[in-house]
């Protein structure tokens, strides 16, 4: 049995719908969220966890910095703990545009507040990151606060915290429909049945489009499959050894269990749904690996998966209302970044819903961007 009405409906429960679901709730909105597959089981439970402050966009630095500390009392708040492990972020740096530009990130990182992100000379990012090699550095960037989270985790204690705050949560049902008129959401319709209600929250991550084209709204989100590879143990490796970007190929790894995690995004990619393991990335990637990490590349595969980016055209995330229709609010396009920035958005978004002024201006952010060209790409995109 279905509840036939509530002051929101949240399609979708991965981290960002349950985040939003929760914030929601707490302060004090009935909320039904439409989990059409399990909590947590499309790109949220494929992602590789990183959170990190080192954009290029400062709107993106200062919301990392209230997720990162909304995950800190995350345990507090509902139980459970993150598992937000600071290993870091290393950014390996090699053209001198690169390292013009995170030169140039570093004082408005500093200025936002993250104060221990500092420079790297070569020798130093080697001595940092032990499995890096080659000549070709110029330097780099390393935030040691930075880190992997849980996305489980993450997702576990919104949903839990949501559900003891008399969120609905329904896994297995789809969202088909919104019916609207005269300019506003009336309704969600599902294939268990139709709930009432004057705000829907798309946050069907890579399925966002899907979602805007049943409200008649263009919302510009690809899908982008991306795999993840993980080595058989390297004991060899510390487990403190930090995450690490080759920025120019955007080749990462970090430790995972007792071996290393390791992806890469190819530059002929194309949107599509599809996300079995694309054994052929692996060969593609071979050059870079053998080039940046050669002892990963001697390490054996031990398991492997695949999972959506959710790419906008400016790499920006499309968050709040949007003005064609009332009542229907965006929180999705991530571009690959929205696990780490699920606990911020659910908090802001929930202020905006209540009636508050959002803490942090969202502006840059909206969906009318792609109507008003006021738009501030992300460059720093892993
Ligand atoms: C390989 C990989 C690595 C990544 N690494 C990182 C990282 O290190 N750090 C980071 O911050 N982010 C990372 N990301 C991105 C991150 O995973 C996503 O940005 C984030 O999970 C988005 O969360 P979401 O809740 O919006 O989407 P999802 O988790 O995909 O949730 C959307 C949900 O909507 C549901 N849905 C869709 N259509 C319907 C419908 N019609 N009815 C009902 N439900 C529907 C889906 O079933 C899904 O569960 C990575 C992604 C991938 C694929």
Request: net charge negative.
């Amino acid at each position: 049995m279905i509840r036939d009405s509530a002051d929101a409906v949240v399609v979708g429960g991965g981290v960002v719908g349950c985040s939003i679901a929760y914030h929601l709730a707490g302060r004090g909105a009935t909320v039904v969220v439409i989990e059409r597959d399990k909590l947590g089981s499309q790109s949220t439970g494929r992602c590789a966890g990183g959170v990190r402050r080192q954009f290029s966009s400062s709107a993106n630095v200062v919301m990392q910095q209230l997720s990162v500390r909304l995950l800190a009392g995350l345990e507090a708040e509902t139980g459970v703990d993150p598992e937000f492990r600071h290993i870091g972020y290393l950014f390996v740096l090699t053209s001198d545009k690169q390292v013009e530009d995170f030169r140039r990130f570093l004082p408005m990182w500093h200025q936002a507040g993250v104060s221990d992100a500092r420079w790297l000379e070569p020798k130093e990012v080697r001595e940092l990151a032990p499995l890096v090699e080659g000549d070709d550095i110029l330097g780099g960037t390393f935030c040691p606060s930075d880190g992997i989270a849980s996305p489980h985790a993450v997702t576990l204690a919104y949903s839990g915290a949501a559900r003891r705050l008399g969120v609905t949560l329904l896994e297995g049902v789809a969202v088909d429909g919104i019916v609207h008129r005269a300019g506003r959401v009336e309704a969600v319709r599902t294939t268990a049945g139709e709930i009432s209600t004057s705000a829907v929250f798309n946050c069907a991550g890579a399925w966002a489009g899907q979602i805007g084209a049943m409200a008649g709204i263009d919302v510009p989100v690809s899908p982008y499959p991306r795999n993840i590879f993980v080595t058989d143990p390297m004991p060899e490796v510390t487990r403190r050894h930090p995450m690490t970007i080759d920025f120019a190929t955007s080749f990462y790894f970090h430790p995972e269990g007792d071996g290393l995690l390791f992806g890469m995004g190819m530059a002929d990619e194309r949107p599509s749904f599809d996300t079995g393991v694309d054994w052929t990335v692996l060969e593609a990637m071979a050059e870079v690996v053998e080039r940046r990490a050669p002892r990963l590349a001697t390490a054996g595969i031990q398991t492997a998966w695949a999972g959506l980016y959710e790419m906008t055209p400016d790499h920006q995330p499309i968050l709040g209302p949007v003005d064609q229709l009332e009542g229907f609010w965006c929180a999705c396009g991530f571009s690959g970044h929205g696990f780490q920035q699920a606990p911020a958005v659910g908090y802001l978004l929930a202020q905006w819903f209540s009636g508050e002024d959002p803490q942090l201006p969202l502006d840059i952010f909206a969906h009318r961007r792609f109507a008003t060209g006021n738009v501030e790409p992300e460059n720093n995109v892993v």
